[in-house]
């Protein structure tokens, strides 16, 4: 079969759909168009026809990420309805392995990211501050809540309070001591909806 051949048996949404079941088994780490291409059973330059590079095919994968937060049955009040969108992102994020890694590393102005960042803008103007305030808090709350819930994803088995303990101790770090027990991985609930408040609260 030629790579025209396969390519037309092929369509962009399925390669993304290939990669993004190799990122939740695998790991980031593991995706590359050959390795989609090998799950798919094609030749990578049918992969390379839809998708061009690697860097290209994650920008896809993360606006398809995006693309599965729901935009509808938001609150009415902009405040509540920026912090419930919030939520729904970092959600969209934890659903897939390395979702926060996937996405912090693209930069992808594409139908379902720019959508909702619209919704998320516009929650913000609404809100009552100028344009300028509206675009930094949205940069906050989203680069706020990508870097927690990365944090999130990589810990993973192993609870922050164990990694804490053998690195931090009370006569070298008191205050790091202190407060380490606020920073288990049952906590990070609590953590997302303290920092979303402090940021909104300050917009």
Known sequence: MTNRQQSDRLDPATVIRAGLDLLDEKGLDAVSTRAVADRLGVRINTVQWHVKTKARMLELMADAVLGEIPLTDLPAAPD?????????????????????????????????????????????LECGPGDREAAWTTWAVIYFTLGLTQEEQAVGQRPLGDILA?????????????????????????????GVAAILAGR
Request: charged residues 25%; hydrophobic residues 40%; neutral net charge.
């Open 166 to 194: 053998g690195a931090i101790s009370e006569a070298a770090y008191p205050s790091l001591h202190r407060v380490a027990g606020h920073l288990a991985p049952t906590s990070f609930d609590e953590r997302f909806e303290s």
């Open 80 to 124: 509540e309805r920026a912090r419930e969108l919030t939520r729904r992102y970092r959600r969209a994020l934890l659903s897939h392995r390395d979702g926060a890694a996937l996405v912090v590393g693209t930069y992808a102005a594409e139908p379902h990211t720019l959508r909702f960042a619209e919704a998320l803008v516009e929650a913000l």
